[in-house]
């Protein structure tokens, strides 16, 4: 179908208003609005993405009770086992985002990466339900691990790294393909678009929120198998409801052959080649191409690729003004993301040590029900629930009010406000902790690491809290970010690039408790986080990293302030 095929110029500006550049339907047809796109087809794959949640969080909320209970392993070992397998899920996302905008393109990238997916929850299962790995096998600590097929335990990781690749080539693509299915080119649907990102996050924490106060239930007290094989269930709906919407999506057309990789990578090779070059031939060449004032003066050295030997010419491989803007892109994005990692490492705690404080605190509601210490995550998804259409309907009007801006404020205000957030949070972790040490003393607990120690759990809550309202800021802002600054064609690598912030925290994480594991255990010493955490120390370790956060705030700051948006619309 063409524009030149419509017999009458009314039919054919008619035509060219409805139609979405740079977007096809299932047909392979130009997309229409009308047709296609749109909040019908987002509500799909919002659906997907809840159920994917509720799957990935049945495996992460409750895990380090899974391997300090049924495999036995100590609370710090547990702790770097669940960092790296969740620095590894947010990592993978590169290389799915890789393939997906290089070869096989956002749906079919999703189509497989949900059999992966449900396939490594099966597998998952089975290793649970075997009765190697049953509880009734469990002696006590030491033994625990001797009492385990190493075979069904090699199972069990595989599975659980299967589930890590899955996510990899279903979280970069379905977060991009549900942002594709808004014209960043209509004002009406750019405004929808900064919204889609909301109610993304809302359905994601929706979702893990249930997650974790349905599944850590049956975890706990009815059984790992069942408590894994409902998530695999569940998948195989999402793929249902995935595939029921295929008529309705907008997919995105590559506008050039050439990998974007590849033109970007020509970019950093040429201005290699020309570094002797000098600053007057730069400028010369800069006013011959016509290269933007405000950008030129931002990463100057990249100008040098507008200029190529005599022999690269007439191979015809001169980059364009274009592919250097591009390259600039993605060279700005880089201290944002490095100086996001800390808050990263902050949010890898949550499902770790938050959850080992809480066993230890008085859980039970009413005589014979005894809330599960992962559960306590639900707080950080119901604060989000609560707080982003707060957000929405009332904090963006206020401030679109006060600085004109669409959004309210920027995105990098929101991702700072949030770090903010984060640093405090850590300061009242610390100070709740410093609390609950002082109890067990007074309470003579110190040595007795399996009693109660007599404090309500309630304490707890207003780090969970403050976790969740910092996500609201940092996290969705980074996701609405690392979208809208990268190369159209670069999209799904945008938001892996957001995952992979969370992923390398979790990395870092675990590297900064081996480390202080090692510094302060030993010879006898009990260490920060010794498996009697009566006699750990992790209120210093909170105090550590809000230091660490408001560090890190301080050099996003410098660089944020010096930030150059890609696009208006990042306004």
Same mark, same amino acid.
């Given at each position: 179908?063409?524009?030149?095929?419509?017999?009458?110029?009314?039919?054919?500006?008619?035509?060219?208003?409805?139609?979405?550049? !740079?977007?096809?339907?299932?047909? /392979?047809?130009? %997309?229409?609005?009308?047709?296609?796109?749109?909040?019908?087809?987002?509500?799909?794959?919002?659906?997907?993405?809840?159920?994917?949640?509720?799957?990935?969080?049945?495996?992460?909320?409750?895990?380090?009770?899974?391997?300090?209970?049924?495999?036995?392993?100590?609370?710090?070992?547990?702790?770097?086992?669940?960092?790296?397998?969740? /620095?590894?899920?947010?990592?993978?996302?590169?290389?799915?985002?890789?393939?997906?905008?290089?070869? &096989?393109?956002?749906?079919?990238?999703?189509?497989? +990466?949900?059999?992966?997916?449900?396939? !490594?929850?099966?597998?998952?299962?089975?290793?649970?339900?075997?009765?190697?790995?049953?509880?009734?096998?469990?002696?006590?600590?030491?033994?625990?691990?001797?009492?385990?097929?190493?075979?069904?335990?090699?199972?069990?990781?595989?599975?659980?790294?299967?589930?890590?690749?899955?996510?990899? /080539?279903?979280?970069?693509?379905?977060?991009?393909?549900?942002?594709?299915? =808004?014209?960043?080119?209509?004002?009406?649907?750019?405004?929808?678009?900064?919204?889609?990102?909301?109610?993304?996050?809302?359905?994601?924490?929706?979702?893990?929120?249930?997650?974790?106060?349905?599944?850590?239930?049956?975890?706990?007290?009815?059984?790992?198998?069942?408590?894994?094989?409902?998530?695999?269930?569940?998948?195989?709906?999402?793929?249902?409801?995935?595939?029921?919407?295929?008529?309705?999506?907008?997919?995105?057309?590559?506008?050039?052959?050439?990998?974007?990789?590849?033109?970007?990578?020509?970019?950093?090779?040429?201005?290699?080649?020309?570094?002797?070059?000098?600053?007057?031939?730069?400028?010369?060449?800069?006013?011959?191409?016509?290269?933007?004032?405000?950008?030129?003066?931002?990463?100057?050295?990249?100008?040098?690729?507008?200029?190529?030997?005599?022999?690269?010419?007439?191979?015809?491989?001169?980059?364009?003004?274009?592919?250097?803007?591009?390259?600039?892109?993605?060279?700005?994005?880089?201290?944002?993301?490095?100086?996001?990692?800390?808050?990263?490492?902050?949010?890898?705690?949550?499902?770790?040590?938050?959850?080992?404080? /809480?066993?230890?605190? $008085?859980?039970?509601?009413?005589?014979?029900?005894?809330?599960? %210490?992962?559960?306590?995550?639900?707080?950080? $998804? &119901?604060?989000?629930?609560?707080?982003?259409?707060?957000?929405?309907?009332?904090?963006?009007?206020?401030?679109?009010?006060?600085?004109?801006?669409?959004?309210?404020?920027?995105?990098?205000?929101?991702? !700072?406000?949030?770090?903010? &957030?984060?640093?405090?949070?850590?300061?009242?972790?610390?100070? #709740?902790?410093?609390?609950? &040490?002082?109890?067990?003393?007074?309470? $003579?607990? #110190?040595?007795?690491?399996?009693?109660?120690?007599?404090?309500?759990?309630?304490?707890?809550?207003?780090?969970?809290?403050?976790?969740?309202?910092?996500? #609201? =800021?940092?996290?969705?802002?980074?996701?609405?970010?690392?979208?809208?600054?990268?190369?159209?064609?670069?999209?799904?690598? !945008?938001?892996?690039?957001?995952?992979?912030?969370?992923?390398?925290?979790?990395?870092?994480?675990?590297?900064?408790?081996?480390?202080?594991?090692?510094?302060?255990?030993?010879?006898?010493?009990?260490?920060?986080?010794?498996?009697?955490?009566?006699?750990?120390?992790?209120?210093?370790?909170?105090?550590?990293? +809000?230091?660490?956060?408001?560090?890190?705030? +301080?050099?996003?700051?410098?660089?944020?302030?010096?930030?150059?948006?890609?696009?208006?619309?990042?306004?």
């Amino acid at each position: 179908m063409s524009i030149s095929d419509v017999p009458y110029m009314e039919s054919q500006t008619l035509l060219v208003e409805s139609t979405v550049d !740079g977007a096809v339907d299932y047909k /392979g047809n130009p %997309a229409l609005k009308g047709n296609s796109g749109g909040w019908r087809s987002a509500s799909f794959i919002i659906g997907v993405e809840v159920a994917e949640r509720f799957a990935y969080f049945g495996i992460s909320c409750n895990l380090i009770t899974y391997l300090t209970g049924t495999l036995g392993q100590s609370t710090a070992t547990a702790a770097e086992n669940v960092n790296a397998w969740s /620095g590894t899920s947010q990592l993978l996302p590169l290389l799915g985002a890789f393939v997906a905008d290089s070869f &096989l393109g956002r749906y079919r990238t999703i189509l497989i +990466a949900s059999l992966v997916y449900i396939l !490594g929850l099966g597998l998952l299962t089975l290793s649970a339900v075997l009765p190697s790995l049953s509880t009734s096998n469990y002696v006590d600590t030491n033994k625990s691990m001797s009492c385990c097929s190493k075979l069904v335990v090699i199972l069990f990781f595989f599975s659980l790294y299967l589930v890590a690749v899955a996510q990899g /080539g279903h979280k970069p693509c379905l977060q991009a393909f549900g942002a594709d299915q =808004f014209d960043g080119e209509d004002p009406e649907e750019r405004k929808t678009k900064s919204s889609f990102f909301n109610w993304w996050f809302l359905g994601v924490c929706g979702g893990g929120t249930l997650t974790v106060l349905v599944l850590s239930y049956i975890q706990d007290n009815l059984s790992w198998g069942l408590g894994f094989g409902i998530p695999c269930i569940l998948m195989i709906f999402a793929l249902g409801i995935f595939l029921l919407g295929t008529r309705t999506y907008r997919y995105s057309i590559k506008r050039d052959e050439k990998s974007p990789f590849l033109t970007i990578g020509e970019v950093f090779v040429a201005a290699v080649r020309n570094w002797r070059t000098t600053p007057s031939t730069i400028v010369i060449e800069e006013d011959a191409h016509g290269t933007p004032r405000y950008s030129s003066d931002q990463f100057k050295f990249l100008n040098k690729a507008l200029l190529s030997p005599d022999y690269y010419k007439e191979e015809g491989k001169v980059c364009t003004v274009s592919e250097v803007e591009e390259a600039k892109e993605f060279l700005r994005l880089v201290p944002i993301w490095a100086t996001s990692l800390v808050y990263a490492i902050v949010y890898a705690q949550s499902s770790t040590f938050f959850t080992k404080q /809480g066993a230890t605190l $008085g859980r039970t509601l009413f005589t014979g029900f005894k809330i599960p %210490a992962a559960s306590l995550q639900s707080f950080i $998804g &119901l604060a989000i629930i609560l707080f982003i259409p707060i957000y929405e309907r009332i904090f963006v009007p206020i401030a679109r009010a006060l600085t004109t801006k669409p959004s309210g404020i920027t995105m990098l205000q929101r991702i !700072g406000t949030g770090m903010i &957030l984060s640093a405090i949070c850590m300061v009242v972790a610390a100070l #709740v902790e410093i609390k609950r &040490l002082k109890t067990a003393e007074q309470y $003579g607990l #110190v040595d007795m690491p399996n009693v109660t120690i007599p404090m309500s759990v309630w304490w707890l809550v207003p780090q969970y809290v403050l976790s969740g309202i910092a996500d #609201v =800021f940092t996290l969705v802002g980074l996701q609405e970010f690392f979208y809208d600054q990268v190369p159209i064609e670069l999209r799904s690598v !945008g938001i892996a690039l957001y995952h992979s912030i969370l992923g390398l925290g979790s990395f870092l994480s675990s590297l900064l408790i081996s480390v202080i594991e090692e510094a302060t255990g030993g010879n006898g010493r009990d260490s920060w986080f010794s498996d009697n955490l009566n006699r750990a120390h992790l209120d210093y370790f909170y105090w550590l990293l +809000a230091g660490l956060s408001a560090v890190a705030f +301080a050099i996003y700051f410098y660089f944020a302030k010096s930030y150059i948006y890609s696009r208006q619309r990042a306004m």
